[in-house]
């Protein structure tokens, strides 16, 4: 049956009728969706893990128990996953094991644009690279047939146009099989010393067999047209040459590591001027000169970005195509959503003028004007550390005025260990905890405190109240974000105390807990124009000729104008019903 699906909803269609059994993620834009729609499949265990690190190792114990795993993440979570990926490299597999990772050129939704090619070569692991919704759905049982056959970890790397566009995908039978059964096997499965140096042998010689493997296979393909102009490429760019230079001769590439040297030998001998296309880093190209073939690629590409079929005809053609500049363009910064609970907190760390060390999620959002509260953003559970350290630097009189500032989930993802750090090295600053109830800015995925699984299934769910006393911390506090005089009472007391504490604001995300929207609020007569509604960046407020003004179709009353306004101008009175 044929069916328009985007990248991720292949992948996991594709994942599913590869028989996989297990499938542990963490969300991170682009690669969520995969497993949401996972989510679906009653033959498929799956499960948001608490970070990477822990899903990469649940896909490894299930595939040495067996069963074919898969592992979801965006680039940046593979640093984290990094630890065991690149020793399970060593071990090997039993079952089928795919990560799929998620790359984000153009930093849509990341921090940085790293090239996850390099895990690949780094770790010594195949990694395939689909081209469309098509592609991503075929190769998922390709990555489990080479996982299994070559004894490996398959990488597969998406991107987020991969992920995010749809096409047209011809979807199948779920293909049955057994687990396969587990023997104990301790030079293959323990990585001592003694054990990993036979593995690394082992892992060698399949990187060598993969390369031999990676001549013939299937996926990667050269398409003889013109020979003039001669294209090693993959991925979207795939997409982009096609539609650019539809006459050239491009050698498609499903595998990018490792490289097939023939193939791209006899391409390269058929053509009179080769070019590599590739967005990112040179991982292509560098390889390709060092087989001794001239090749053309970053000499006129960035390695910034995405690249586009006009930005391929401007460099190759020399066709010149006039470009709206970005300067001219309409800004739409990242806004807070109308009664997000983290707008009260960002406001009060700014009217107290504290330092705050921030986080990944919507805490990010607090960094812009007019809020400005965030001083620092740099990686999952970064917040805390960087707030120990920091005070370390400058001492305990600055850390009275220093906060850290994570969300729920980010907090279990990678928050407990800087914090048990903190207690146990004496630190002095104050912890924020904004729980919002969920996973917020990556879609509303539950985790280990919302007390359901990834199936919506009922769960324990951890008290973060009970986890961080555990941790040593003496000083506890639990305020809601919109009673703003306790909020500004608790972070002043806290803040001054010259002890380590923790401030949990507890209020669940506007866009879940519907129920607690009210009725719209309106500007009334006594208004001033003083502004000071203007400083919570609602997006529901705007500036008028002569007065503020709420969009009641924005607005869900969540009253911090009204808090804020000194004359009492924002009431209920005259809002929309």
């Avoid at 499949?41 to 608490?50: L, R």
């Avoid at 896909?59 to 690149?86: E, I, Q, T, W, Y």
């Avoid at 489990?144 to 970890?153: I, N």
């Amino acid at each position: 049956m044929k069916k328009m699906m985007l990248g991720n909803e292949a992948f996991a269609q594709g994942a599913y009728e590869a028989g996989v059994d297990v499938v542990s993620s963490y969300p991170g834009t682009p690669s969520t969706e995969i497993t949401e729609y996972i989510v679906g499949y009653d033959e498929v265990y799956a499960e948001w893990a608490p970070n990477e690190k822990v899903a990469m190792e649940v896909a490894a114990g299930a595939s040495f128990g067996g069963a074919r795993a898969l592992c979801c993440m965006k680039h940046v979570g593979v640093n984290v996953a990094a630890d065991p990926l690149f020793t399970a490299s060593y071990t090997g597999v039993n079952g089928g094991l795919v990560l799929i990772v998620a790359d984000d050129p153009g930093m849509h939704s990341s921090q940085n644009e790293q090239d996850s090619r390099f895990y690949a070569r780094s770790a010594h692991l195949p990694m395939l690279e689909p081209s469309d919704s098509a592609d991503a759905h075929a190769m998922m049982r390709h990555a489990y047939a080479l996982s299994e056959k070559f004894d490996t970890p398959v990488l597969v790397r998406s991107a987020t146009r991969i992920s995010h566009s749809r096409g047209i995908v011809e979807t199948g039978e779920r293909d049955t099989h057994e687990k396969k059964p587990y023997q104990k096997d301790i030079a293959k499965y323990v990585m001592m010393p003694g054990m990993a140096k036979k593995r690394h042998v082992v892992v060698e010689q399949r990187m060598r067999d993969l390369a031999a493997f990676a001549e013939t296979f299937a996926l990667n393909r050269a398409e003889y047209n013109d020979t003039k102009i001669g294209v090693v490429t993959s991925g979207m760019c795939y997409n982009y040459t096609k539609e650019a230079l539809p006459e050239a001769s491009i050698l498609k590439l499903g595998m990018v590591y490792p490289l097939p040297q023939k193939l791209i030998t006899e391409f390269a001998s058929r053509v009179e001027t080769l070019y590599v296309i590739e967005e990112l880093e040179p991982f292509l190209q560098n390889q390709i000169k060092v087989m001794g073939i001239e090749a053309k690629g970053k000499e006129l590409f960035s390695v910034q970005g995405e690249y586009s079929a006009v930005l391929i005809r401007e460099k190759i053609l020399g066709e010149k195509t006039e470009a709206r500049r970005e300067d001219e363009l309409p800004q739409r910064p990242p806004v807070l959503c109308p009664g997000c609970p983290h707008r009260a907190v960002y406001y009060m760390l700014n009217k107290l003028k504290l330092t705050a060390m921030g986080d990944i999620g919507c805490y990010t959002l607090g960094a812009l004007p007019p809020l400005s509260a965030i001083d620092t953003t740099l990686c999952m559970g970064a917040s805390l550390g960087m707030a120990h350290g920091m005070e370390k630097a400058r001492g305990k009189e600055f850390a009275k005025k220093l906060v850290s500032v994570i969300g729920d989930s980010t907090f279990l993802h990678s928050g407990i260990t800087p914090l048990i750090n903190m207690v146990y090295n004496g630190a002095t600053s104050t912890v924020l905890i904004l729980d919002n109830s969920t996973t917020g800015m990556t879609g509303h995925q539950d985790h280990a405190a919302t007390g359901k699984t990834a199936k919506g299934e009922p769960a324990p769910s951890v008290d973060l109240e009970k986890l961080v006393y555990s941790t040593g911390v003496k000083h506890v506090a639990i305020v809601d974000p919109f009673n703003l005089k306790e909020l500004k009472r608790v972070l002043v007391e806290e803040t001054a105390r010259g002890e380590l504490s923790v401030v949990i604001t507890r209020r669940a995300c506007a866009l879940i807990d519907k129920a607690a929207h009210k009725k719209p609020l309106a500007v009334t007569e006594y208004c001033k124009n003083c502004k000071s509604c203007m400083k919570l960046g609602c997006p529901a407020i705007r500036q008028g000729e002569k007065a503020a003004e709420i969009d009641p179709s924005l607005c869900v009353g969540c009253g911090n104008c009204a808090d804020v306004c000194p004359f009492g101008a924002i009431t209920e009175e005259g809002g929309a019903k």
